[in-house]
């Protein structure tokens, strides 16, 4: 297994990306609610690992005087963040990074939110504490943290269900959208569910040990906001007691954001 993102893994993400993501809305629509900011308030965002851009537009279509820098290690992924960005003109920036270093950590200066899906988990365990503590130490006083990404169980019959579950979700997507069963059996195929096929590139970690590491670096009111087939939703907040936006409108502009081409 390689040991670095290439265009050919970006490739396959976006084949299987529509069912490999469990209730793939329904995530971004989370993330949404969470942000602790009003819907007219001025706020800058960072995405760890932007991929097709979908959780940057969500956030620009929701947050009007949002401003967002999209990070990813692989070009062809910047490329259609920026194509998908396009109608936000002015409001985004795009560049590159790897997550796996770390001399790109003063991007992140005077944020006010980090998000990231499906990124973190390349990291082990002193990268993840690593990166939290650079985020804590950079984010502004109303800052935030908000991870969705895939974390691994202490249990090994909680490990089967993960892998049972998010099997289950991905073969139901993949009839619902495309009325037959073609992804999926390609999502087996390439061994993508890392809950039977572990790999040395995907390195989740507990998610009790993430709570402990983000209440370590700094963070407050951390929790665990979603879970399902091994994907969870957590992290902290600095300060900030604002409440979101109401999951129904989020859960549109999410639907909205995902249609689009």
Not at 34 to 42: G, N, R, T, V
Not at 142 to 164: H, M, R, T, Y
Not at 168 to 195: C, G, H, K, P
Request: aromatic fraction near 10%; proline fraction near 3%; charge should be negative.
């Amino acid at each position: 297994m390689t040991t670095e993102w290439t265009q050919a893994d970006s490739d396959l993400y976006r084949q299987l990306s529509a069912i490999a993501v469990p209730a793939r809305a329904e995530q971004l629509a989370s993330l949404l609610t969470l942000i602790p900011f009003a819907e007219d308030d001025s706020f800058t965002v960072v995405e760890l690992a932007s991929g097709e851009g979908h959780l940057s537009a969500a956030i620009l279509e929701a947050f009007p005087n949002a401003h967002i820098l999209a990070l990813d290690f692989e070009s062809s992924m910047r490329e259609i963040t920026a194509t998908r960005l396009a109608a936000y003109a002015h409001r985004f920036d795009v560049k590159a990074f790897d997550i796996l270093q770390t001399d790109w950590f003063d991007l992140l200066v005077g944020a006010d939110l980090v998000v990231s899906s499906l990124c973190v988990h390349h990291l082990d365990d002193i990268g993840k504490q690593t990166l939290f503590a650079a985020i804590q130490a950079r984010l502004s006083d109303k800052g935030a943290l908000l991870i969705a990404d895939l974390v691994l169980p202490k249990n090994g019959c909680a490990q089967e269900l993960f892998a049972s579950t998010w099997d289950r979700m991905a073969e139901s997507a993949s009839i619902e959208t495309t009325l037959s069963r073609d992804i999926f059996q390609l999502f087996v195929q390439e061994q993508w569910n890392i809950y039977r096929y572990p790999d040395n590139f995907d390195k989740p970690s507990p998610i009790y040990e993430q709570l402990q590491w983000l209440d370590t670096a700094g963070f407050n009111m951390v929790d665990v906001f979603w879970l399902q087939a091994g994907h969870a939703i957590y992290g902290g907040y600095k300060n900030s007691q604002a409440r979101g936006l109401e999951f129904e409108n989020c859960l549109s502009i999410a639907q909205k954001v995902l249609k689009e081409v």
